[in-house]
């Protein structure tokens, strides 16, 4: 079975830096893409960027290039969702998601607050 | 970016009532579409992919159709468990983008 299995939530403050994660199970975690999706409270599903853990190729959404870092360790199944300096913003849901073109599983979702 | 277009934003309809959601794309997609489900407080689950083809599993009063720019999500006989909202998503170009999300209510 299939399984996406991410990082619990996270309460930080603005400027604080924050890594969630990932870990893909029940399938050969080289042979699909990942993507990360935010949904901010209230709101609908927006694409942040994937990335390719066979060759590590990322494409970042213009919106999120430069806000946040993708990346993937192949030796843990794992892919990450990485941010320097958070802002209030950035409070959300975080969903990882297998791509087979469409997302066919998804992980529960990371709730990140980001508050003073 | 491709702009995917949802209507209607909310939609309320009875137990059996038929219900159908259209998804508008800003260019050709060709069928690089898939459906998805969000029922409150929950991950997405994808519904339909290739514009029409049944995920595994979900019940087959869901169906999809359209190629091109237009599409529809159309549940046959609305049930309860089917309150949630729903989203198109096209795949044909990266950034991949998500319609705004239709909320279904039970009246």
């Known amino acids: 079975e299939v399984q996406l299995v991410q990082s619990g939530a996270e309460v930080k403050k603005p400027g604080e830096s924050l890594t969630i994660s990932c870990r893909c199970s029940g399938y050969t975690f080289t042979k699909s893409w990942i993507g990360w999706v935010r949904q901010m409270p209230g709101r609908g599903l927006e694409w942040m960027g994937i990335i390719d853990p066979r060759d590590f190729d990322i494409r970042y959404t213009p919106s999120f290039q430069g806000q946040v870092t993708i990346s993937a360790d192949r030796s843990i199944n794992t892919a990450y969702l990485q941010w320097s300096s958070l802002k209030p913003s950035d409070t959300a849901m975080y969903y990882c998601?297998?791509?087979?073109?469409?997302?066919?599983?998804w992980g529960q979702g990371t709730l990140v607050t980001v508050s003073p | 970016d491709i702009q995917m277009t949802q209507s209607p934003s909310t939609l309320s309809a009875s137990v059996g009532d038929r219900v159908t959601i259209t998804c508008r794309a800003s260019q050709i997609i060709t069928d690089w579409l898939a459906w998805y489900q969000q029922k409150p407080g929950k991950a997405p689950k994808v519904l339909i992919y290739r514009a029409s083809n049944l995920e595994s599993g979900v019940p087959p009063r869901f169906s999809g159709s359209g190629s091109g720019t237009d599409f529809t999500l159309t549940i046959s006989s609305l049930q309860p468990d089917d309150l949630a909202t729903y989203y198109c998503?096209?795949?044909?170009?990266?950034?991949?983008?998500f319609g705004q999300g239709t909320k279904v209510e039970i009246k």
């Open positions: 998503q096209q795949y044909d170009t990266f950034p991949w983008t």
């Open positions: 998601a297998r791509l087979n073109g469409y997302v066919d599983s």
